[in-house]
DNA sequence: TTACAGTCAATAAA
DNA sequence: TTTATTGACTGTAA
């Protein structure tokens, strides 16, 4: 099953070869790096495909001219910033999928386990800061059941079922973010209300609050917890076996050693200039569903 | 030019 | 093999 995982991940190898050029597989489905993102960056293509008005503007708003360092990454230049909609993106092979599956078959314990050894924490913790409104709104229900409708085959099932537990959890922790998930799987319809969330984990004790509160309420802006989404991404990580390597450079376009500083001395946002951008890329990510996060690691890949 | 920021890439350390 | 360090380099903003 890691195997599995492995070559999908694996297909790294040439990552910036430039067959993308010369053999235009996915035009669309080729988001990469830098210079695709400075036009809209980030949401641009969720916005149009769903509501979810100003937000791409705002993600905008210092994306002035992203130097995108001309030296290298020479091909990589698809304008198409990813359509991300997940749906499109399962659909079109969901072979995948089914490794994927597997790969999250060997985690069942890691997530059940999430809320349970923790959940002394997530007791405390879930009520605790963050985890505010936006959680209830749009709670797990409502993506099990988007997954479920997009999971033509079921094997996926699990993996939502894992998935959900993060997904709401970055939504609570992140706070800010709120409404553009929501918009991503919203478009079906909303599942019950069936708040509890108990998926807590990383990241609370850090009491990033401290950090100058941009976490919680500071509305849905931008303001990125910096420091909590490095741990998350890190125990995303983890928890799939994805090296920073692969997530660097598929992800991020960045090299190993620039995410691993990153995450290990996440700087304040405050602090950050354009390096904001690299952090946005790691939250947007967190935000996706399995599915999707999963096939951008493999896509960016080929 | 100087001071920074953000990265890369080589390589040391696990 | 994967992650951590770190010196060098590039683009920006004084």
Redesign the pocket.
């Given at each position: 099953m890691v195997s599995s995982m492995?070559s999908i991940l694996e297909g790294a190898g040439e990552y910036r070869t430039d067959h993308t050029l010369s053999g235009p597989l996915h035009p669309a489905m080729t988001m990469s790096c830098d210079s695709g993102m400075s036009l809209s960056s980030t949401y641009t293509t969720l916005t149009p495909l769903q509501h979810l008005p100003p937000i791409s503007t705002v993600s905008d708003k210092f994306h002035?001219?992203p130097?995108s360092?001309?030296?290298?990454?020479p091909a990589h230049q698809r304008l198409t910033a990813g359509n991300v909609s997940g749906s499109f993106t399962l659909m079109r092979d969901d072979r995948s999928l089914a490794s994927m599956s597997n790969l999250y078959s060997h985690y069942p314990k890691d997530m059940s386990g999430m809320g349970q050894p923790l959940s002394p924490l997530s007791n405390g913790l879930g009520s605790l800061h963050n985890s505010q409104q936006t959680l209830s709104a749009y709670g797990p229900g409502a993506h099990i059941s988007n997954d479920k409708m997009l999971s033509p085959g079921g094997f996926e099932s699990h993996a939502a079922m894992l998935s959900r537990s993060e997904e709401h959890l970055a939504r609570g922790l992140g706070g800010h973010g709120a409404g553009m998930m929501s918009t991503l799987n919203g478009m079906h319809h909303h599942g019950h209300p069936h708040s509890q969330a108990n998926g807590s984990m990383l990241s609370e004790r850090d009491r990033q609050t401290a950090g100058g509160g941009q976490s919680s309420g500071s509305g849905q802006v931008e303001e990125i917890n910096t420091k909590e989404v490095a741990q998350r991404i890190t125990a995303e990580?983890?928890r799939y076996s994805?090296?920073?390597?692969?997530f660097?450079q598929r992800i991020?376009?960045?090299?190993?050693?620039?995410?691993?500083?990153?995450?290990?001395?996440p700087?304040p946002w405050s602090?950050?200039?354009?390096?904001?951008?690299?952090f946005r890329r790691m939250w947007k990510w967190l935000q996706e569903p399995e599915f999707q996060r999963m096939s951008a690691l493999r896509l960016a890949g080929e």
């Open positions: 492995a002035h001219h130097h360092h001309p030296h290298h990454h990580l983890k994805i090296p920073q390597a692969i660097a991020l376009c960045r090299s190993q050693g620039t995410l691993s500083d990153l995450l290990r001395n700087k602090k950050l200039k354009s390096g904001r951008e690299t």
